[in-house]
Every structure is written in C-alpha cells, then in structure tokens.
C-alpha cells in the first residue's frame, strides 16, 4: 500500500513520459511513475492536469513585502522614491513586524506552488533586525519549504562602509549568500570596489554572491562585465549571479556581444524581475521608452542560465504582486518577445528548473526515488500555462499534500 497516489497526471517536457500517468509516493518519496495497480492510503484524481516541479523565486525581498502605501504611495513609481519611502518604513522595523509579513507572504507563495524561495534581507541596520527574523523563519519553514537568504546591503558597501562589517555578521548569523550594488555607489570605481570587496568575502566564506546589477536605462551602467570577469578570476562562477541588468537593453550592439560572450564563459545565472522592471524603468525616458527588460532572449540563445523572478509584492517600489510566478513569466513573454512555442516552453522552464539551477539546488525535478514535491495545474501544455496563470490545484511537500485550490467555476443562466 503506497501513501498516496496522484492518478492521471501528465509530466511536462518528458521524454519518458508522454501520456497521462500515476505518481505514487511512499515515505516522502516517489516510488512509482507509471499505470500503478496498487493503492494508495489516499487517492487524488489529477484530471489529467500537468505536474511540474516546485516553482522557485529567484530574487525577492521578504523583508519589503506588504508595506504598499506605507507611509505613502509610490506616485512617481521611481525607483528613487521608493528608496525615499523605505528608508522611512524601516524605521518602524520590528522582529514582530518583519515575521508576520514574511510568514504570511510565503503562505501566498506555497499556495502559489513557490517551495523554493531566494530572499534578499536588508541589512543596513545595525541590529540586523530583519535579517535575525528571516533566519528564524528560516529554519521553521524547513520542514515544507527551502529559503535562501542573502545579506543586501541596500544602502551601499563604499557609501555605507558599516555594511561591510554587517555582511561578514550576516554570514556568521547563517545567511547564505550576500550582495552588492554597484550601480547606487557613488562613483563607478566605488561600484568597482563594492564588488571586489564582496568577491573577497565570498571567497572566505564560501558563500553564493547575488548581485544587484545595472538596474538601471543607462547605458553606461556596464557593472554585469566586472561581476562576470570577477566570477571567472575567483573560480565562484555557478555561485554568482548578477539580478535584473536592465541596463542591457541599453548596450550598443558592439558592446552588448562582448559582455554576453563573457557572461556565457563566466557561467554565472542571469535573474530577470520582468513585473517590477516593466513598472519601474523608463520613467526617465522619452519616448520611445525603455521598458526595463534585460536581454534575457539573446542571452537564454547563447547559453546562459536565465531565470525569471517575481520579486517585489506590494512594496514601496512595486504596488502590486500576487506571488504566482507564471504572471511574471506572462510578463517576460512581451517584453522579451519571447511568444513562439519554443519560446513560452522556456519561459516555463525559467520559473522551474533555471531558477533551480540558479539557487543550485541538489534535489529538484521529478523522478522515482527522488523527494515528492511538485505542484499540479490545469492546463494541457506550457502555452496553457502562460495564457491563463491557472492557480495550483495541489501543491505536495515531500510527500505532504500542503495546499488545494478549487478552481473557479462559471455558472451559465441562459442557453444562448
Ligand atoms: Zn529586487
């Protein structure tokens, strides 16, 4: 008698596995793909649905989530007046404050079919506030969700040198990788410095460094050669991975062909925010504007990892946000022109096994013998998938049925 058993699901992108099959689960494990005449304990009909792998955040920050508004809006919608309000919502950061927002955020994203989650942490203040809470949820979570922490020194490394000494403690507390951004220090061999600083720490440590890098409609914002050159002399390369590079969209062709060949030899991960960016780049530019969407096409063609992120929800820098990561791949598929077959296949595969490539997770996919975590979604294919951003009909954590959601149904009072 097996645990449970998933009955009549259907396995994306499997060359094993082309029709509808049964996943049956014993002890947390998958123990069977296939037409299972055993039992299970329980039994779930998939109706056919897709089963995919845990979606994985990539880059977001849960020490920011659901303060919209607070104290004010974001009206330029600007990245710079989103600074403005957060340095004054940080103020009133409590350990409280902190944990009851993250919890209730990551509940959204498990509910979204989100079991892996890479957060940014702010640690520009000097009790680590935010970062002692997000540890300890951390660890409480494990059980039925995995949170990677990186220490973000929002306010700068050579513009706040305190932050340095703060990203060593932040390491020491437990996070598992830290930050830079280069393109907010004060000068361009500042920036420079911040990153050397942060290559150096992380060789010591041994740590995943993710960048913030070239979030920025300036052309000259070139930080994305200096991170890939760096992970390439410190042999951290798979470690590294540089955030948003908006500034890509802005390179000249010339220029923008050397950093990509160098960025593929890096090996580093590219994480694109295609939701946030779309809002908040361009607000400087005349028409025709940017629209804030790194070359994440050109650089998925020549070989890198790319995956997309959701980031920010409901935050001084972005209102809006719901957590399902197939919106922020919708996203992607129009601003990076990214709408042929091929194309939304990817996309699919940047919110799951990409962004488990770049979070370097050891355990992810579906196989038997492997943990039973997946999600299962209405829908036949990718395209499906990215059309209608269905919500999760069942979401499973090692073995563990954690969440279902009942589809909407429409009612019809007239034949016509
Ligand atoms: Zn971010």
Same mark, same amino acid.
């Given at each position: 008698?097996?645990?449970? &058993? +998933?009955r009549h699901v259907?396995l994306?992108g499997?060359?094993?596995y082309q029709?509808?099959?049964?996943v049956?689960? *014993?002890d947390? *494990?998958i123990?069977?793909?296939?037409?299972i005449?055993a039992?299970?304990e329980r039994?779930?009909?998939?109706?056919?649905?897709?089963?995919l792998?845990?979606f994985v955040?990539s880059?977001i920050?849960?020490?920011t989530?659901?303060? %919209?508004?607070?104290p004010a809006?974001n009206?330029?919608g600007?990245l710079f007046?989103?600074i403005?309000?957060?340095?004054?919502?940080?103020?009133l950061? @409590?350990? =409280?404050?902190? @944990?009851a /927002?993250?919890?209730?955020l990551?509940?959204?994203?498990?509910?979204a079919?989100?079991?892996?989650?890479?957060?940014?942490?702010?640690i520009?203040?000097?009790?680590?506030?935010?970062?002692r809470a997000?540890l300890?949820?951390?660890e409480r979570?494990?059980p039925?969700?995995?949170?990677?922490?990186i220490? +973000?020194?929002?306010?700068?490394?050579?513009? !706040?040198?305190?932050?340095?000494?703060r990203l060593?403690?932040a $390491?020491?507390?437990?996070a598992?990788?830290?930050?830079?951004v280069?393109h907010?220090e004060?000068?361009?061999?500042?920036g420079e410095?911040?990153l050397?600083?942060?290559?150096r720490?992380?060789e *010591?440590h041994? !740590?995943?460094i993710?960048v913030?890098?070239?979030?920025m409609?300036?052309?000259?914002?070139?930080? $994305?050669?200096?991170?890939?050159?760096?992970?390439?002399?410190t042999?951290?390369?798979?470690?590294?991975t540089?955030a948003h590079?908006?500034?890509t969209?802005y390179?000249? =062709?010339?220029?923008?062909?050397?950093?990509?060949g160098l960025?593929? #030899?890096a090996?580093?991960h590219?994480v694109c925010?295609p939701l946030?960016?779309s809002a908040?780049?361009? #607000? +400087?530019d005349?028409y025709?504007?940017?629209r804030?969407?790194?070359?994440i096409?050109?650089?998925?063609?020549a070989?890198?990892?790319?995956?997309i992120a959701?980031d920010?929800?409901?935050?001084p +820098?972005?209102?809006?946000?719901?957590?399902n990561m $197939?919106?922020?791949?919708?996203m992607?598929?129009h601003l990076?022109h990214?709408t042929? /077959?091929? =194309?939304?296949d990817?996309?699919v #595969?940047?919110? @799951?096994?990409?962004?488990?490539?770049?979070?370097? $997770?050891k =355990?992810y996919?579906i196989q038997?013998?492997?943990? %039973?975590s997946f999600?299962?979604?209405?829908?036949d294919?990718?395209m499906?998938l990215? #059309?209608?951003?269905?919500? !999760?009909?069942?979401?499973?954590?090692g073995g563990?049925? &954690?969440?279902? @959601?009942?589809?909407?149904r429409t009612?019809?009072?007239t034949d016509?």
């Amino acid at each position: 008698m097996l645990d449970s &058993i +998933f009955r009549h699901v259907r396995l994306l992108g499997s060359p094993t596995y082309q029709g509808p099959v049964d996943v049956g689960i *014993k002890d947390g *494990k998958i123990v069977e793909i296939g037409e299972i005449t055993a039992l299970g304990e329980r039994e779930i009909d998939g109706s056919g649905h897709v089963l995919l792998p845990p979606f994985v955040e990539s880059h977001i920050h849960l020490d920011t989530v659901l303060t %919209a508004g607070e104290p004010a809006w974001n009206e330029s919608g600007t990245l710079f007046e989103g600074i403005g309000l957060w340095q004054k919502r940080k103020l009133l950061l @409590t350990y =409280e404050d902190v @944990t009851a /927002r993250a919890e209730k955020l990551l509940r959204m994203q498990i509910a979204a079919g989100i079991l892996h989650v890479r957060t940014m942490v702010d640690i520009s203040d000097p009790n680590l506030t935010a970062l002692r809470a997000i540890l300890a949820l951390r660890e409480r979570v494990k059980p039925y969700l995995n949170l990677q922490v990186i220490a +973000f020194p929002q306010d700068g490394i050579r513009a !706040c040198p305190d932050n340095e000494q703060r990203l060593e403690l932040a $390491l020491e507390l437990g996070a598992d990788g830290i930050s830079a951004v280069p393109h907010l220090e004060p000068t361009r061999s500042e920036g420079e410095a911040s990153l050397d600083s942060i290559f150096r720490l992380a060789e *010591k440590h041994g !740590c995943f460094i993710h960048v913030f890098c070239d979030e920025m409609d300036d052309p000259h914002s070139t930080f $994305l050669e200096n991170v890939a050159h760096l992970a390439i002399r410190t042999g951290l390369r798979e470690r590294v991975t540089a955030a948003h590079v908006n500034a890509t969209a802005y390179y000249g =062709e010339a220029y923008f062909q050397k950093v990509l060949g160098l960025v593929a #030899r890096a090996g580093i991960h590219i994480v694109c925010c295609p939701l946030i960016n779309s809002a908040m780049q361009g #607000r +400087f530019d005349s028409y025709p504007r940017g629209r804030g969407i790194a070359r994440i096409k050109e650089m998925w063609q020549a070989g890198v990892n790319v995956s997309i992120a959701h980031d920010d929800i409901r935050t001084p +820098f972005y209102p809006l946000g719901t957590g399902n990561m $197939l919106q922020a791949a919708h996203m992607a598929a129009h601003l990076a022109h990214m709408t042929g /077959r091929e =194309e939304i296949d990817e996309l699919v #595969r940047m919110v @799951t096994m990409r962004a488990a490539r770049t979070l370097q $997770l050891k =355990e992810y996919g579906i196989q038997v013998g492997g943990s %039973a975590s997946f999600i299962i979604l209405p829908g036949d294919h990718e395209m499906d998938l990215i #059309r209608t951003q269905p919500p !999760c009909r069942y979401v499973v954590s090692g073995g563990e049925l &954690i969440t279902e @959601t009942k589809p909407a149904r429409t009612v019809w009072f007239t034949d016509n």
